[in-house]
């Protein structure tokens, strides 16, 4: 199944939104947190009282980063074509990123919670790209995670895949 349908059927099916909250399939929750010196903390990704969360330069070249390896691989991927070993490139290519923005952190407290929690599901996707099971379902939580990311964070010129 292509990937854009799939995101499509797996947020139908679980009758969500992406935008509304995301417990999406895969077992992974964005309640589970990465953290860098936070502790670990059980919150539901929410706007700020209804706008989108300002972040700061840092976390905007990050998922710049990460979008652009997905969007770059998602025509190959849809058609089947993409080599095991290019997912295991991928998942070494977002893990990079997510390493630069934990290191770069400047983000306020409560944009820096609601923030792992995207993060939370990048890095289970990267599991997903890096485990012997359907790379395609590490995949599809990134793409989740960066639909969520574009609901609930201001992101100048940010485009949903």
Same mark, same amino acid.
């Given at each position: 199944?292509?990937?854009?349908?799939?995101?499509?059927?797996?947020?139908?099916?679980?009758?969500?939104?992406?935008? $509304?909250?995301?417990?999406?399939?895969?077992?992974?929750?964005?309640?589970?947190?990465?953290?860098?010196?936070?502790?670990?903390?059980?919150?539901?990704?929410? $706007?700020?009282?209804?706008?989108?969360?300002?972040?700061?330069?840092?976390?905007?070249?990050?998922?710049?980063?990460?979008?652009?390896?997905?969007?770059?691989?998602?025509?190959?991927?849809?058609?089947?074509? $993409?080599?095991?070993?290019?997912?295991?490139? $991928?998942?070494?290519?977002?893990?990079?990123?997510?390493?630069?923005?934990?290191?770069?952190?400047?983000?306020?407290?409560?944009?820096?919670?609601?923030?792992?929690?995207?993060?939370?599901?990048?890095?289970?996707?990267?599991?997903?790209?890096?485990?012997?099971?359907?790379?395609?379902?590490?995949?599809?939580?990134?793409?989740?995670?960066?639909?969520?990311?574009?609901?609930?964070?201001?992101?100048?010129?940010?485009?949903?895949?």
């Amino acid at each position: 199944m292509n990937i854009r349908r799939q995101l499509t059927v797996s947020a139908l099916g679980l009758g969500l939104g992406l935008g $509304l909250g995301l417990g999406l399939g895969g077992g992974a929750t964005l309640a589970q947190t990465a953290t860098h010196d936070h502790g670990q903390t059980q919150l539901e990704l929410t $706007l700020n009282a209804g706008a989108k969360w300002q972040g700061d330069d840092n976390m905007i070249k990050g998922m710049n980063g990460i979008h652009g390896a997905i969007a770059a691989r998602i025509p190959a991927i849809d058609a089947g074509t $993409l080599p095991a070993a290019d997912y295991k490139a $991928l998942a070494t290519e977002v893990q990079a990123q997510v390493d630069f923005m934990v290191q770069n952190c400047k983000l306020e407290p409560e944009v820096d919670e609601q923030f792992h929690l995207v993060l939370a599901q990048v890095l289970d996707g990267i599991s997903g790209l890096q485990g012997e099971a359907d790379p395609h379902e590490g995949v599809l939580l990134i793409v989740q995670a960066l639909e969520a990311y574009g609901t609930h964070f201001e992101h100048p010129n940010w485009q949903s895949l």
